[in-house]
């Protein structure tokens, strides 16, 4: 099992991949667009293995990217800011 993090912005977004030991695995940014959204579906099913996507609440930026994902099969999760910031008070930083 793998986590991927998802940081979206208005013209890109960039997403972090960890293991379940909170290991670094890689990173990369993406056009926020329909190319973009397929690209990232390119590179996460290369991992091969299952993988559990969170991002973080942004509006219709979220849902847009939320919905593709959910189309093509992915398990995804829509996380409240304010969860997020009380739980990076338990979990240290990942450097990459």
């Given at each position: ?42 590179f996460l099913k290369k991992f091969?293995?299952?993988?559990t996507i969170a991002m973080e ?9 939320f919905e593709f994902l959910n ?26």
């Open positions: 099992m793998l986590f991927v993090g998802v940081d979206i912005s208005t013209t890109k977004f960039d997403v972090a991949v960890i293991n379940q030991q909170f290991k670094f695995i890689t990173s990369k940014s993406f056009p926020f667009n329909s190319d973009g959204f397929s690209e990232f579906i390119t091969n293995e299952p993988l609440a942004s509006g219709s930026f979220t849902l847009n990217l189309e093509h099969n992915f398990n995804v999760f829509i996380l409240h800011p304010s969860s997020l910031f009380r739980q990076k008070a338990f979990h240290p930083k990942i450097k990459n």
